[in-house]
């Protein structure tokens, strides 16, 4: 405040003294240069100098400004912009989160150059139209993403294989996902679109060879793990029966069988495939292998299917199946199907008193065993034929059970 005061003061003064001066006398400046004469007082010609300097200085300055796009004009005017296409982007980003398609991509596209990361909003763009079914429009846009940032390939290709999946496009979604792999082979999306993609174009084999990788990384929990191993196994399991009807030597499918189950081993935590594998052993005629499996399994792991099967072995020695049975017998006493497999055995060793105590148990646990027609069979080759004929009114009495109330004469 006193500084200010000091100037005004000082300022009075030398306008008091210019005064003076002014009054005093004014002077007189003659100009004259060909054929043209100016007349002036020498106060006019000073301040009309000091006039014209100010004003060149304050040209220069917008000069400067004008032809400087970093200055601060150009500053201002491209905030401005900026904040414009920020506030673009993000409506853009929300309509397209609502479903408004069409909106998003233009909201995206149009503020994409104006803003610090363009790749954000031309992926964005590349969903939007993607979901319009515009999948030529989606890969120009993904191209412009490139261009503007040529060091985010990942990102880019990612979006680009999810846009390819989504519009069925599998064979291009392979090539891509493939590429990114490359990049990234532990990336855990890329290896759950590499199996959707496998899946859909039934590359079963492919789709195997990744199945070490997605256990080791636990990219899928047991159950998802155990459905992608039964898919693959049903469908393999099928190319190879079909092999095996054009006449294909067994050994060599039976060892192709193998090799494909140990590949897939979360199958045997599931009873169905376990019993499917067993019935495939035997159906190409490797029994010894099918029993070494199904008594490796139960011993691991009881299952009534499995020992169903057990009955259907084809050994020579009968004598070590029924052993190995009675000693599961101690552990699994309420096992329907061990005692009919127990039964069956025993009749295949022409142990006739053995065999009808054996399906008189399994018909204890379960009255709709197959144990009754067993039993009823071997009573009636017995001579007793009462109690073969009781034994069958009951199996047609079971069976009445399960037929549909239609008319009778």
């Known amino acids: 405040m006193r500084t200010l005061l000091f100037l005004l003061v000082i300022m009075m003064a030398i306008g008091g003294v210019l005064g003076l001066l002014m009054r005093q006398d004014s002077g007189y400046v003659l100009i004259a240069y060909n054929g043209i004469t100016i007349e002036t007082s020498l106060w006019v010609l000073i301040t009309a100098m000091v006039i014209t300097l100010f004003v060149m200085s304050w040209i220069k300055r917008i000069l400067f400004i004008l032809l400087r796009p970093s200055n601060s004009l150009a500053k201002v005017t491209g905030n401005l912009a900026q904040k414009r296409a920020s506030r673009n982007t993000i409506r853009g980003m929300l309509e397209l989160v609502g479903g408004n398609w069409n909106k998003a991509e233009k909201l995206l596209t149009n503020s994409a150059e104006k803003v610090p990361y363009p790749l954000i909003n031309y992926i964005s763009a590349a969903y939007a139209a993607s979901e319009q079914d515009e999948p030529e429009r989606s890969k120009a846009l993904l191209r412009l993403a490139h261009k503007s940032t040529p060091e985010a390939e990942f990102a880019i290709g990612f979006a680009q294989s999810q846009i390819q999946i989504k519009q069925e496009h599998y064979e291009g979604a392979l090539a891509s996902l493939l590429r990114l792999q490359k990049l990234k082979p532990k990336h855990k999306q890329v290896l759950k679109m590499l199996v959707t993609v496998y899946t859909q174009l ?208």
């Not at 899928?220 to 155990?226: A, K, R, T």
């Not at 294909?248 to 499918?253: A, D, G, H, I, W």
């Not at 190409?284 to 259907?312: C, M, P, Q, V």
């Not at 008189?360 to 009754?372: G, H």
């Open 202 to 409: 039934k590359d079963w084999d492919a789709l195997l060879s990744l199945t070490p990788t997605l256990k080791k990384d636990g990219i899928f929990d047991g159950d998802n793990m155990l459905e992608l191993e039964r898919n693959a196994f049903l469908a393999l399991l099928d190319k190879i029966k079909f092999r095996n009807k054009l006449g294909q030597n067994k050994k060599e499918l039976v060892a192709e069988v193998e090799s494909l189950w140990n590949k897939l081993d979360t199958l045997s935590q599931d009873d169905r495939m376990r019993q499917l594998y067993a019935q495939t052993l035997i159906h190409f005629g490797d029994d010894t292998k099918a029993e070494s499996f199904i008594r490796h399994s139960l011993n691991h792991k009881w299952s009534e299917a499995l020992i169903y099967e057990y009955g259907n072995i084809q050994l020579d020695n009968i004598k070590k199946l029924l052993s190995n049975c009675e000693n599961w017998l101690k552990k699994e006493p309420a096992s329907a199907n061990l005692y009919l497999v127990c039964g069956r055995l025993s009749q295949s060793m022409m142990l006739w008193g053995k065999a009808r105590d054996y399906y008189e148990q399994a018909l204890s646990l379960n009255t709709q065993s197959e144990a009754l027609a067993e039993l009823s069979r071997l009573l009636k080759a017995m001579g007793d034929t009462k109690a073969s004929q009781e034994l069958m009114m009951i199996n047609l009495r079971y069976a009445s059970n399960l037929l549909k109330p239609l008319p009778l004469p």
